[in-house]
């Protein structure tokens, strides 16, 4: 199965808000609710930020928020900070394997 | 402590395999779907393969499928991945997770093992 396309780099200044976009196609973005968003820090696992296209985990900051439109999912994060400068990874579940498919990943950098 | 540690990694030719081992620590395995995730080299995630909670029902990406095998023994709070017909492109760093965030129709990891690495080399 194909991975999820995601831009390959964002960037932004500290405070500023930014989002990475993560697309499909109907057979998995679009097809279900069942999108995630991990952040993974260089040397360390991944952590769920966001699940079920929307939901943060306890203790996440709600700086960050998703959303889905169609086949597109987004991440957005709010004030951004220095400890955000990380490499994000959107998923979502398809139909193709019964399983998930990972996005290629956005590395973020804090200007 | 919750945790996971996975073993089993190491260098391996072309062709050969491997039985990676997740042990399971500060929980019941037995409560909790698990997941195998690779991450190549400089590379981004792959999830590879996942299993209910019995073990009656399992799921495989493609690149896997037929050669890799997820298994579980509760009573030995140990998760395994049995790796067949091992190529180049294996090579990874393998995590183990719990599935424990879950919404009334889907879960997700929320306790990553730190991983070991396969490579796969002549």
């Known amino acids: 199965q194909s991975a999820l396309t995601q831009p390959a780099s964002v960037s932004g200044s500290p405070g500023q808000s930014i989002t990475i976009s993560c697309t499909g196609t109907?057979?998995?973005?679009?097809?279900?609710?069942?999108v995630s968003w991990y952040q993974q820090h260089p040397g360390k696992a991944p952590k769920v930020m966001i699940y079920?296209?929307?939901n943060r985990p306890p203790g996440v900051s709600n700086r960050f928020s998703g959303s889905k439109s169609g086949n597109t999912a987004s991440l957005t994060i709010s004030g951004l900070q220095a400890e955000d400068e990380a490499d994000y990874y959107c998923s979502s579940y398809t139909s193709s394997t019964a399983l998930d498919v990972f996005g290629s990943g956005t590395k973020v950098t804090v200007l | 402590e919750v945790q996971l540690v996975e073993s089993g990694g190491g260098l391996v030719q072309p062709g050969g395999s491997l039985r990676l081992s997740c042990v399971a620590s500060g929980f019941t395995l037995s409560s909790y779907w698990m997941r195998w995730v690779r991450q190549a080299p400089g590379k981004g995630l792959v999830w590879v393969s996942r299993i209910n909670r019995d073990g009656s029902s399992t799921s495989y990406a493609d690149s896997v499928k037929g050669r890799f095998t997820i298994s579980r023994d509760n009573a030995k709070n140990t998760l395994y991945l049995q790796m067949n017909s091992l190529r180049a492109e294996d090579t990874a760093l393998y995590y183990c997770?719990?599935?424990?965030?879950?919404?009334?129709?889907?879960?997700?990891?929320?306790?990553w093992g730190k991983g070991t690495t396969v490579t796969v080399s002549s």
């Open positions: 109907s057979s998995d973005i679009g097809g279900y609710n069942y």
């Open positions: 079920d296209v929307s």
């Open positions: 997770a719990r599935d424990g965030y879950c919404s009334t129709t889907s879960c997700y990891p929320d306790v």
